[in-house]
């Protein structure tokens, strides 16, 4: 009986091996490194065959796959339709005022813990002659998502340089040797390319989609969808941010409770000071918004569009003095909301 009971219990445990074994995904290995070179980043480096890239101006993001639900899974990771992947992404920031290389690791560091990672290690490291610092990091979204990232960052000629390799649960170690060749490869911009570059801090020319499955709208590559941890009553926030912080395009999902846009208007109008209103339509629906200031130097403007029994807020902000460049940019993201 005894015999019989270990050979179940072997047979069994087996079976359990085989069947974690089966459960891992097919992940396709790399078979060799192409170089990446645009006259936007100025700057080379070399990436996985056949990796899918997706540029945004100052910054390029490079996916192990094209399949749009790897894409979305880095934005939205929490997401039903999302599929595990991993991502290397290159950008750069010019800043008007440097600090030490340091100040910017242990504020990124911080950052990070206060949103619940856990800091793996940080070390110094040598990108093309440039001193770098190496923050890696992990952590869970939920039991079935977890998420670990490789982020580097060097300074050069009063430019910050960023190399972030992430990927998500059983994807990171295979492709982590990516970063690593990245780093070994990358040639960073000289001083006079990098001046030359486009004013990162105005919306760029180039529109690119974002779209998950509440929405979809196109905004400037150079400006990155950030998707907040949203306040209750709202149920989802999207923010849209470039390399100004006060230049911003937030949008918030809200129940509507039966309400019609008139009333949803009036009865927020009062936590935006400004005057009048003024009529719209967004995805052939009827919206309404005002202009308004909520500090000195910063114009905004605030729509409300309800479909579905949900409220969809809008709100732009944007220097006074860069009116011009702004508010065209805004307006056409906000054109091109579509509601699903």
Not at 198 to 206: F, G, I, Q, R, V
Not at 268 to 284: A, L, M, R, V
Not at 322 to 338: C, G, I, Q, Y
């Given at each position: 009986?005894?015999?019989?009971?270990?050979?179940?219990?072997?047979?069994?445990?087996?079976?359990?091996?085989?069947?974690?074994?089966?459960?891992?995904?097919?992940?396709?290995?790399?078979?060799?490194?192409?170089?990446?070179?645009?006259?936007?980043?100025?700057?080379?480096?070399?990436?996985?065959?056949?990796?899918?890239?997706?540029?945004?101006?100052?910054?390029?993001?490079?996916?192990?796959?094209?399949?749009?639900?790897?894409?979305?899974?880095?934005?939205?990771?929490?997401?039903?339709?999302?599929?595990?992947?991993?991502?290397?992404?290159?950008?750069?920031?010019?800043?008007?005022?440097?600090?030490?290389?340091?100040?910017?690791?242990?504020?990124?560091?911080?950052?990070?813990?206060?949103?619940?990672?856990?800091?793996?290690?940080?070390?110094?490291?040598?990108?093309?002659?440039?001193?770098?610092?190496?923050?890696?990091?992990?952590?869970?979204?939920d039991k079935e998502t977890k998420k670990h990232v490789v982020h580097v960052i060097a300074l050069k000629d009063s430019v910050l340089y960023t190399v972030e390799y992430s990927a998500f649960n059983d994807y990171y170690e295979p492709y982590r040797?990516?970063?690593?060749?990245?780093?070994?490869?990358?040639?960073?911009?000289?001083?006079?390319?990098?001046?030359?570059?486009?004013?990162?801090?105005?919306?760029?020319?180039?529109?690119?989609?974002?779209?998950?499955?509440?929405?979809?709208?196109?905004?400037?590559?150079?400006?990155?969808?950030?998707?907040?941890?949203?306040?209750?009553?709202?149920?989802?926030?999207?923010?849209?941010?470039?390399?100004?912080?006060?230049?911003?395009?937030?949008?918030?999902?809200?129940?509507?409770?039966?309400?019609?846009?008139?009333?949803?208007?009036?009865?927020?109008?009062?936590?935006?000071?400004?005057?009048?209103?003024?009529?719209?339509?967004?995805?052939?629906?009827?919206?309404?918004?005002r202009n308004y200031s909520p500090v000195r130097g910063v114009e905004s403007r605030v729509y409300f569009v309800v479909k579905n029994d949900k409220i969809y807020r809008l709100i732009m902000n944007?220097?006074?003095?860069?009116?011009?460049?702004?508010?065209?940019?805004?307006?056409?993201?906000?054109?091109?909301?579509?509601?699903?």
């Open positions: 009986m005894f015999k019989m009971t270990g050979r179940l219990l072997t047979g069994l445990f087996a079976l359990l091996l085989l069947h974690n074994c089966s459960s891992k995904p097919d992940i396709p290995p790399v078979t060799g490194y192409e170089r990446y070179q645009n006259p936007y980043f100025k700057g080379t480096f070399s990436y996985p065959t056949g990796w899918h890239i997706v540029e945004e101006g100052g910054k390029v993001n490079i996916y192990s796959a094209s399949d749009p639900n790897v894409i979305d899974k880095f934005y939205n990771p929490t997401s039903k339709t999302g599929k595990d992947g991993a991502q290397l992404a290159v950008s750069y920031q010019r800043l008007d005022s440097v600090q030490a290389l340091a100040q910017y690791a242990d504020s990124f560091k911080q950052d990070r813990e206060t949103e619940g990672f856990q800091i793996k290690s940080v070390d110094d490291k040598i990108i093309d002659s440039t001193a770098a610092k190496q923050i890696v990091f992990s952590g869970a979204y040797a990516a970063i690593d060749t990245l780093l070994a490869t990358l040639k960073l911009p000289s001083k006079q390319a990098a001046a030359a570059a486009a004013d990162p801090s105005l919306p760029s020319a180039e529109f690119i989609e974002f779209s998950n499955e509440r929405l979809s709208l196109r905004h400037p590559d150079n400006f990155s969808p950030n998707l907040l941890r949203a306040k209750a009553p709202a149920e989802f926030s999207l923010q849209l941010k470039g390399y100004r912080q006060d230049c911003t395009v937030q949008l918030d999902v809200l129940p509507a409770q039966g309400l019609t846009v008139d009333k949803v208007f009036a009865q927020n109008e009062k936590f935006f000071k400004g005057k009048g209103q003024s009529e719209t339509t967004i995805d052939g629906n009827p919206a309404i918004y944007y220097d006074q003095t860069k009116r011009a460049d702004f508010l065209p940019a805004f307006e056409k993201v906000v054109a091109s909301l579509k509601i699903k």
